[in-house]
DNA sequence: CGGGATCCCTGCCGATACTG
DNA sequence: CAGTATCGGCAGGGATCCCG
């Protein structure tokens, strides 16, 4: 563990050394609902401004009821999400991204961007690596 | 599908709109190698320079053999990571990053790091949601 | 519309054993 | 050392039903 990087994933906090390579981090679950199956993608999804449950389930293609549901509520309990539920019938509830959930998603789209920028280069890399 | 950042994660090549919201978008399998529950974090070990298989597995925490092979054959395919093999005995191997390895562990990190940063807020918001 | 509860199954992943 | 092969569990997640 060391270098100039793989300090840069480290941080102080109360004495303590947070390492995210060791399975033990307390940052390890919320790095999975950010870039877990479908966390990435909720994400990204609101970043354009709020969205209400099905126009969400719409956006993010593929997902269940179920799943989005328990995207949601993982990424709102880490302070990512905010969820504002009017008592109206019928309900209406509208999901959007905190500050924080913004610079996340930010981030993420920065590597998405890449990858879907790149992705030329990759399918020639599957094609040389399968011609094999 | 509108908005600034939604058409940020779409490309065109070929005249064909790729769209990583969209279930079947060739894009998802790449993302789920990055952003998988191994992918980040080899890639992440990688960026301070080329490593062997048995000291790989040492600084992913955690990881087993065998989703070490998997996830380093995942990586090789997509063109993000080289592997240097020596017909020597004993067999040695290393594994290092491409130039697009590289910067996709870049904006990985980058990521990361923000996480890393603020799990205190994080952690302020999980409590506050449990206390309700 | 916005979900919660339940059922069920697939496939991910860990453990173990073996090869060159 | 650097892997491959095989087996088995169990939990992630899809489908469906239901309710306010």
């Not at 994400?43 to 549901?69: C, H, Q, T, W, Y």
């Not at 879907?116 to 280069?121: D, F, H, I």
């Amino acid at each position: 563990m060391e270098g100039p990087h793989t300090r840069a994933v480290t941080s102080y906090r109360a004495g303590v050394e947070y390492n995210v390579f060791a399975r033990a981090c307390p940052s390890r679950p919320l790095l999975e609902h950010v870039t877990g199956r479908w966390g990435g993608l909720t994400l990204g999804a609101l970043v354009d401004g709020p969205l209400r449950f099905n126009e969400l389930r719409r956006r993010v293609d593929g997902i269940s009821e179920k799943m989005l549901s328990q995207t949601l509520q993982a990424l709102e309990r880490d302070g990512l999400v905010h969820r504002d539920a009017q008592p109206t019938t019928p309900p209406r509830v509208d999901y959007s991204l905190t500050p924080l959930g913004r610079e996340t998603a930010e981030r993420l789209l920065a590597l998405i961007h890449l990858l879907m920028e790149r992705m030329p280069e990759v399918e020639a890399a599957q094609r040389a690596y399968d011609a094999r």
